[in-house]
């Protein structure tokens, strides 16, 4: 048998064409290479059952691993989203460590395990994606499965200093070193990575930029994700428009409404360029769209409450009759829409405290009219601003900083417009969706994470 491609990831296309990031980005992949897409079911049943439920789709096979309402607690909502996704983004004081949910994590990996092996052939390229299923590859091998198995880290590494706040922090290692490539987003990860390596007993980086772990060789490569340019441009002029009055600037934000996103800093942001307004400036709207996401955990109900305050403080504030300066929509946009929302706005506000990529910002530059383009001002703690250096980079946690550059944004004369956003865009297509998935599957095909004597025999 040839090869086939295996993806895992909790996410699954559903049957009507997935929305966006990282669930587009898998589907567009299969539907071109064939193979199977293996992943949570997106509803509850009272009893696991004792195989993957097979679901056909257009190009490939979807087999479904369905949840419990006690696994989604403990695995899902719980390890990781309440332990692994804090504390990657830095946040290791939201993470909300309770019984049960690591004993559910691994029972999910481990029932994950025993069902793929009915699925799995000898010659399968495995390729598993994010926090859920960090053990899989180790529940694999334990199987017997000696496949290459990649796996893709979509959000940040987590830095050395946090990871103790991680009671498994030990295993996380090990469970890496079962996979053949470790992919990453950027290079700030790559450097994470390395160095919590370095203090990791029985691990070793080598001149050739692989890592010994254990007795196994792991590489590991930062690979960052990108949009398909040409279908999100494709959606643009087919959603409604956002009405303004003459003379009004538009200004975009679009996130999952999540602590790592940095939304109260940027409506803050917001509020010092009104508060020092000028008779210069332009009077501009900001538009942000922050559709409710893992609403069951507390950390998220708390930043819906403080966006809505301040919203509601500084429309009081800076509002008039027939003007408000924030609007803010917690429902999810049609992506048509969003398309035609992004290239009407003059900016495009993309300030995440910390940020795996952030496709968002790729997105917003994909829509722009090259003759007449927004700017994109971007946190320099987003992975994306490692390729896009020419927006406009601030610090998320300054909203002085922000501040002015959303000024600055609104200022800028045309032509270092369309130059900046000439430069982004090319970057754009260059190393778009399928550039991502070509590279990353290419490396896999090429590195054996051969098993090597152990370092002290
Ligand atoms: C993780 C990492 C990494 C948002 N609101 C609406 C909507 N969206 C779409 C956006 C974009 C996607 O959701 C969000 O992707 P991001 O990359 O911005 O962020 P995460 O969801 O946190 O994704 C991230 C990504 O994985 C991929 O590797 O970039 O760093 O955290 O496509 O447009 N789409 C629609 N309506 C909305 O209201 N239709």
Same mark, same amino acid.
């Given at each position: 048998m040839g090869e086939r491609l295996v993806v895992v990831s909790n996410r699954v296309a559903g049957d009507r064409p997935p929305a966006g990031g990282l669930v587009f980005a898998l589907h567009d992949c299969l539907t071109q290479m064939g193979g199977i897409w293996v992943g949570s079911g997106a509803d509850l049943v009272e009893a696991p059952a004792p195989a993957l439920r097979h679901a056909p789709a257009d190009g490939y096979d979807r087999y479904l691993l369905d949840l419990t309402e006690d696994e989604q607690a403990q695995f899902y909502l719980g390890y990781s989203n309440s332990v692994l996704w804090p504390l990657c983004h830095g946040r290791t004081d939201l993470m909300q460590i309770k019984r049960g949910q690591y004993a559910g994590y691994r029972a999910v990996n481990a029932r994950m395990a025993d069902q793929m092996l009915d699925v799995l052939d000898p010659d399968d390229l495995i390729w598993i994606h994010d926090y859920h299923f960090l053990p899989l590859a180790e529940e694999l091998r334990r199987r017997g499965v000696t496949n290459r198995i990649g796996f893709f880290l979509h959000i940040p590494f987590p830095a050395g200093h946090d990871i103790g706040a991680l009671s498994q922090s030990d295993a996380l290692m090990e469970w890496l070193g079962a996979y053949d490539l470790i992919g990453l987003q950027s290079e700030r990860d790559v450097a994470q990575f390395i160095g919590t390596s370095r203090q990791h007993p029985g691990t070793e980086i080598l001149m050739d930029g692989r890592v010994r772990m254990g007795n196994r060789l792991v590489a590991v490569r930062a690979c960052p994700i990108g949009i398909d340019v040409a279908a999100f441009q494709g959606e643009i002029g087919t959603g409604e428009a956002v009405t303004l009055s003459k003379g009004e600037k538009l200004i975009v934000g679009v996130d999952r409404l999540d602590y790592s996103k940095g939304l109260p800093q940027r409506f803050d942001a917001m509020e010092h360029f009104l508060d020092t307004r000028t008779d210069a400036d332009p009077t501009a709207t900001f538009l942000q769209v922050a559709p409710i996401s893992r609403g069951e955990v507390a950390a998220y109900q708390d930043i819906r409450q403080t966006l809505e305050q301040k919203a509601g403080a500084i429309n009081g504030a800076h509002g008039t009759p027939n003007w408000m300066p924030i609007r803010y929509i917690s429902q999810s946009m049609d992506? %048509?829409? +969003? @398309?035609?929302?992004?290239?009407?706005? =003059?900016?495009?506000?993309? *300030?995440?405290? !910390?940020?795996?990529?952030?496709?968002? %910002?790729? &997105?917003?530059? @994909? @829509?722009?009219? $090259?003759?007449?383009?927004? /700017?994109? /001002?971007?946190?320099? +703690? %987003?992975? %994306?601003?490692?390729?896009? *250096?020419?927006? +406009?980079?601030?610090?998320?946690?300054? $909203?002085?900083?922000?501040? &002015? =550059? !959303?000024?600055?944004?609104?200022?800028?004369?045309?032509?270092?417009r369309k130059a900046r956003h000439a430069r982004l865009l090319t970057g754009a297509v260059h190393e778009d969706i399928h550039w991502w998935t070509r590279t990353y599957l290419d490396q896999l095909r090429q590195v054996r994470a051969v098993p090597v004597f152990p370092l002290s025999a």
């Open positions: 992506r %048509a829409e +969003l @398309a035609g929302v992004f290239r009407q706005s =003059a900016v495009g506000l993309v *300030t995440p405290l !910390i940020d795996g990529m952030n496709l968002v %910002a790729k &997105e917003y530059v @994909a @829509a722009q009219d $090259p003759d007449d383009p927004g /700017v994109l /001002v971007l946190s320099r +703690l %987003a992975g %994306a601003a490692e390729q896009m *250096t020419d927006a +406009l980079q601030v610090n998320p946690y300054d $909203p002085t900083d922000m501040g &002015e =550059a !959303i000024r600055t944004a609104l200022a800028m004369p045309l032509d270092e």
